[in-house]
Nanobody, 126 residues
Framework: VQLQASGGGLVQPGSSLRLSCSVG????????IAWFRQAPGKEREGIAA????????YYADSVKGRFTISRDNVKKTVYLQMDALEPEDTATYYC????????????????????WGQGTQVTVSS
């Protein structure tokens, strides 16, 4: 499985940005995909995930109501729509993949995910 994240940039507080994670290798509908982020000096944290089959979504409290994860199985792409961005959202964003069902208690842990794409930088600053 190959993952490629894109869409990062420099935006002002309150702005929106949409990240894309292109998934290669297998049909998207058999993948579980998550978005993580890592700010300088901080640990990598899971912020959103979407599961195969039922399409259930999961969010960290810090982004709930502002970020939306979705997928387009035809384009084999998972999106992260980020609205009302705050300076605290500044980080490198990564998408990750796992073939096994998402475990709700642990999905935010990096060790739960098998394959990672390269990061895309998001900077929120005035």
């Amino acid at each position: 499985v190959q993952l490629q994240a894109s869409g990062g940039g420099l935006v002002q507080p309150g702005s929106s940005l949409r990240l894309s994670c292109s998934v290669g290798g297998f049909p998207l509908d058999i993948h579980n995909i998550a978005w993580f982020r890592q700010a300088p000096g901080k640990e990598r944290e899971g912020i959103a995930a979407i599961s195969t089959g039922d399409g259930n979504t999961y969010y960290a409290d810090s982004v709930k109501g502002r970020f939306t994860i979705s997928r387009d199985n035809v384009k084999k792409t998972v999106y992260l729509q980020m609205d009302a961005l705050e300076p605290e959202d500044t980080a490198t964003y990564y998408c990750a993949w796992r073939p096994r069902p998402i475990v709700v208690r642990f999905w935010r842990l990096p060790r739960e995910w098998d394959t990672w794409g390269q990061g895309t930088q998001v900077t929120v600053s005035s």
